[in-house]
């Protein structure tokens, strides 16, 4: 059974940080591009960055603002995301995405396993 399982997130004051934790099994980690997105109500579901390990690289969407890291730890098949100086635009569901042989995408479309999303709520 593939899972991927987001954990971290939190209420948070305007200016805070919080690090998003996403533990990944069933898949063959190395297959997949994993990606963390988010979606505020109302809104399109957006992609922040994706991480693939075969080339050990971590691109970033057009969301990510800077304030943000992905990082990975290939030992334990987990992905994190770094927020910092947090804003109440965060605020929103984050998810985490696996899509296969993924190397670049924003759509949504390309990722077929998801995990079930952590709220990140900032207040100012």
């Known amino acids: 059974e593939v899972q991927l399982v987001e954990s971290g997130g939190a209420l948070a004051q305007a200016g805070g940080s919080l690090r998003l934790s996403c533990v990944v099994s069933?898949?063959?980690?190395?297959?997949?591009?994993i990606a963390w997105f988010r979606q505020a109500p109302g809104k399109e579901r957006e992609m922040i960055s994706l991480?693939?390990?075969?080339?050990?690289?971590?691109h970033y969407g057009n969301s990510a603002t800077g304030r943000f890291t992905m990082s990975a730890d290939n030992a334990k098949n987990t992905v994190y995301l770094q927020m910092s100086g947090l804003k109440s635009e965060d605020t929103a569901v984050y998810y985490c995405a696996a899509g296969y042989r993924i190397e670049y995408s924003d759509s949504p479309v390309d990722f077929v396993y998801w995990g079930q999303g952590t709220q990140v709520t900032v207040s100012s």
């Open positions: 991480f693939r390990q075969l080339s050990g690289r971590t």
């Open positions: 069933g898949i063959t980690f190395a297959d997949y591009g």
